[in-house]
């Protein structure tokens, strides 16, 4: 299991950012995609959750009408767009392969900085 | 919701066993069988520990321990040794949104 992420982005306030999760060596119809951020020498925050097969969606509450996950069955790859940044939002970005309640493999991160 | 409780640190000697706990809610930790434990070194990814509170992910050495009881949580470290000290976060599903939620972390020193 494999998951390979974008590289870093620098964003200016109000912007958006999207980060992508290209999965390979197993099935990716049939897994959950979640994504979790880690701001620098802070813990680790939930996003949210993409079900692959389908594209059902679920995030928290806190980011609710700013983060928008998508996928793309035909090229086994997730998506991650976080819009109106603020500094606060400056973090490692991960996607990480499992199923509705567990996070099992990781991606390697994005970092994301947000700075005028 | 709101983040799960854990202590911010904790330590032991080489040899010793420590507990780490995670405290949640009936809507989360003490309402489902899901907590899972992740292990962090400095600059590196999570790695799972511990899913579905007590069971370990093959390769994870069996020092490694989960357990639950009521709205709490546990992680039990036994034979410390130099190279578990690391952060520790809880994970839990959240029936309230059918999503998760984190602990705070807890850095684990071996002193």
């Known amino acids: 299991v494999q998951l390979v992420q974008s590289g870093a982005e620098v964003k200016k306030p109000g912007a958006s950012v999207k980060v992508s999760c290209k999965a390979s060596?197993?099935?990716?119809?049939?897994?959950?995609i979640h994504w979790v951020r880690q701001a620098p020498g802070q813990g680790l925050e939930w996003l949210g959750w993409?079900?692959?097969?389908?594209?059902?969606?679920n995030y928290a509450q806190k980011f609710q009408g700013r983060v928008t996950l998508t996928r793309d069955t035909s090229i086994t790859t997730a998506y991650m767009e976080l819009s109106s940044l603020r500094s606060d939002d400056t973090a490692v970005y991960y996607c990480?392969?499992?199923?509705?309640?567990?996070?099992?493999?990781w991606g390697q991160g994005t970092l994301v900085t947000v700075s005028s | 919701q709101s983040a799960l409780t854990q202590p911010p640190s904790a330590s032991g000697s080489p040899g010793q066993s420590v507990t780490i706990s995670c405290t949640g809610t009936?809507?989360?930790?003490?309402?489902?069988?899901?907590v899972s434990w992740y292990q962090q070194h400095p600059g590196k990814v999570p790695k799972l520990m511990i899913y579905?509170?007590?069971k370990r992910p093959s390769g994870v050495p069996d020092r490694f321990s989960g357990s639950k009881s009521g709205n709490t949580a546990s992680l039990t470290v036994s034979g410390l040794q130099a190279e578990d000290e690391a952060d520790y976060y809880c994970?839990?599903?959240?029936?309230?949104?059918?999503?998760?939620?984190f602990g705070g972390g807890t850095k684990l020193t071996v002193l």
């Open positions: 990480v392969r499992g199923v509705e309640w567990e996070l099992r493999y």
């Open positions: 060596g197993y099935t990716f119809i049939g897994y959950y």
């Open positions: 993409i079900n692959t097969n389908g594209g059902h969606t």
């Open positions: 009936s809507s989360d930790v003490g309402g489902y069988y899901y």
């Open positions: 579905e509170v007590t």
């Open positions: 994970y839990s599903y959240s029936g309230s949104n059918n999503g998760g939620v």
